[in-house]
């Protein structure tokens, strides 16, 4: 049986998106749509301002929550104001299935992919849905 889990199982390295995109929390919700257009991302990384500093996150359901469904203009808006931050990060080496558990346990549905203070990815549901288990490849 622990044989047939571990078949079954793959690290967050395996599934997360590698192209991982940065955008300032000063611009402006317009620039970071068309940064997310442009690069085909639901979600942006928000850059530290110092070393101080944590990192944050802004995706589309950010953006469609607290900018478009409240009629405000998203070019008078800034990243800021609508980003998650700090963020739960996860490692790249682990578990899916935990990684699962972790977003359920904290209601999120996106997370960093962090080693050494360096972002390697982004990992989502989406992500460990579709590819969270090898035998749907």
Do not use: W
């Not at 609508?82 to 359920?104: E, G, H, W």
């Amino acid at each position: 049986e622990a044989f047939e889990q571990r078949e079954y199982s793959r690290a967050v390295r395996d599934i997360m998106r590698k192209e991982v995109t940065f955008i300032a929390g000063r611009d402006s919700v317009l620039e970071a749509m068309r940064v997310m257009k442009r690069v085909e991302a639901t979600v942006l990384m928000v850059e530290k301002r110092d070393d101080q500093d944590e990192y944050g996150l802004v995706s589309f359901a950010d953006i469609a929550k607290q900018v478009i469904a409240k009629d405000r203009a998203p070019e008078r808006v800034a990243v800021y104001e609508i980003m998650a931050k700090p963020v739960i990060s996860v490692r790249p080496d682990m578990n899916t299935r935990y990684c699962a558990r972790l977003f359920d346990a904290f209601g999120i549905s996106h997370a960093p992919v962090i080693e050494n203070e360096e972002v390697l990815g982004i990992v989502s549901y989406y992500l460990i849905a579709l590819h969270g288990l090898p035998d749907l490849d």
